[in-house]
């Protein structure tokens, strides 16, 4: 089996204060990959770069404590691609891809933070300008390999995905161009939604993201926006996923999925 993980870490020195590496120390992942590290590349400590026998590569946005991505792997790739060619985006440390190419087959996981929306209409007109940027990346993966992304999507695609989706229609995260954006991903390039096509009908249970405000956490009001979204053949082999809530190392909760998969 192939066990691998998505975290938004809301910041990876406050996570590994919270118990993340202790807890990932137990989980026997061979892949992991993180969203918002929040850090620089000096800020990474021997123990954040490799922890528990995996090796580490990092996309640090330029600004400090913003953004930024990381992805561990115990098998060893045959090529890391930092950034998707984006001149905006680049810049904010949004895209680590780790290739594990054969002779005979091409694949990779990729860990990706899309931009939020909700701080300002600004950042939303960013974040759209993400998505158009990102499609035909996402085309021109799937014309060519196999494929695994993992991340922070910031996007709810159904009103299954979140738990006040009527009062949530104008806000960003669950605005109709966005969730058209992801019913293309599908429809149009053919790829899934891994967590979706094991669990169809989960609600409360499938959640990854709860605001900080009021009791969204002790209430279970929250939103399915952290996936594995993959192409059909891999999508096919996945087993099993769980989202683990026992413990709070974030505002999102890690995502993990297991495929009958070999790298």
């Given at each position: 089996m192939l066990r691998i993980i998505t975290s938004n870490l809301n910041g990876i020195r406050s996570a590994a204060n919270k118990g993340y590496f202790d807890?990932?120390?137990?989980?026997?992942?061979?892949?992991?990959?993180?969203?918002?590290?929040?850090?620089?590349?000096?800020?990474?400590t021997e123990a954040m770069r490799a922890?528990?026998?995996?090796?580490?590569?990092f996309h640090c946005a330029e600004k400090k404590g913003y953004s930024g991505v990381g992805l561990y792997s115990r098998h060893a790739p045959s090529d890391v691609r930092i950034g998707f060619g984006s001149a905006e985006f680049d810049a904010e440390g949004r895209y680590v891809e780790a290739?594990?190419?054969?002779?005979?087959?091409?694949?990779?996981?990729?860990?990706?933070?899309f931009p939020s929306g909700s701080s300002s209409q600004e950042r939303q007109q960013a974040k759209y300008r993400f998505l158009?940027?990102?499609?035909?990346?996402?085309q021109r993966l799937r014309a060519e390999r196999e494929f695994v992304l993992?991340?922070?999507?910031?996007?709810?695609h159904k009103e299954i995905d979140l738990k006040n989706w009527k009062s949530n229609q104008k806000n960003s995260g669950f605005l109709p161009e966005e969730r058209a954006w992801f019913t293309r991903v599908v429809d149009?390039?053919?790829?899934?939604?891994?967590?979706?096509?094991?669990?169809?009908?989960?609600?409360?249970?499938?959640?990854?993201w709860w605001s900080?405000?009021?009791?969204?956490?002790?209430?279970?009001?929250?939103?399915?926006?952290?996936?594995?979204?993959?192409?059909?053949?891999?999508?096919?082999?996945?087993?099993?996923?769980?989202?683990?809530?026992?413990?709070?190392?974030?505002?999102?909760?890690?995502?993990?999925?297991?495929?009958?998969?070999?790298v």
């Open positions: 807890w990932l120390g137990q989980q026997q992942a061979d892949i992991v990959c993180l969203q918002e590290i929040k850090a620089q590349d000096g800020d990474l922890p528990h026998g995996l090796q580490g590569w290739r594990f190419d054969t002779p005979s087959r091409k694949f990779s996981v990729i860990s990706c933070y158009d940027e990102f499609f035909p990346h996402l993992c991340g922070d999507v910031n996007i709810a149009e390039i053919g790829l899934v939604d891994v967590y979706r096509r094991l669990y169809p009908d989960a609600t409360g249970e499938a959640y990854t900080n405000r009021g009791q969204a956490w002790a209430n279970n009001v929250g939103w399915r926006i952290d996936y594995h979204v993959a192409s059909p053949a891999v999508a096919e082999t996945a087993r099993a996923a769980s989202v683990y809530k026992a413990q709070r190392f974030s505002d999102h909760a890690p995502l993990t999925i297991e495929y009958d998969f070999t």
